[in-house]
C-alpha cells in the first residue's frame, strides 16, 4: 500500500517549483540596483569585517576574500548561496554606514555607480 502512494505522489512535491512567500510575487515590482565597483565593493566587505563580523562571525574573512576577487573574474560564483551571503555582507555593511552618518544622506552616494 505505501509503496503505491508514493509512487502516486513521487512527482508532486518538487522542492526546485517552492519559493518562499516573500518571493512569490510580481518580481517587476522589485527594486534592484548594479553591483557596486571592485574597489567600492572591497571596501563595503572591509567595513562589514570590521563592525558586524567582529560580533556576529557568519563567514572566515580570508573565504569570503577569495570570493568577492573571484566575483569580479572572469569566472565569478553564480551559486545562489554565494549571493546570499555577498547581499548579506554589502547590505550589513550600508546599514553600518548610514547608522553612522550621523543623519546625513551622504552614505547613500555610495548606493550608485561612479
Not at 24 to 44: A, V
Not at 82 to 111: C, H, M, P, V
Request: one cysteine or more; charged letters at 25%.
Amino acid at each position: 500500500m505505501w509503496r503505491h502512494a508514493v509512487q502516486r505522489n513521487r512527482g508532486r512535491w518538487r522542492l526546485a517549483d517552492w519559493y518562499p512567500r516573500a518571493l512569490q510575487d510580481d518580481s517587476q515590482s522589485r527594486c534592484s540596483l548594479p553591483l557596486p565597483s571592485k574597489s567600492e565593493t572591497l571596501e563595503l566587505v572591509h567595513e562589514y569585517f570590521e563592525t558586524f563580523n567582529k560580533a556576529v562571525p557568519p563567514f572566515r574573512p580570508e573565504s569570503f576574500m577569495i570570493q568577492v576577487n573571484r566575483h569580479y573574474s572572469w569566472n565569478p560564483n553564480e551559486g545562489s548561496s554565494w549571493w546570499a551571503a555577498f547581499n548579506i555582507g554589502l547590505a550589513f555593511a550600508y546599514k553600518q554606514r548610514a547608522e553612522g552618518s550621523g543623519g546625513s544622506d551622504d552614505w547613500q552616494q555610495s548606493l550608485w555607480p561612479r
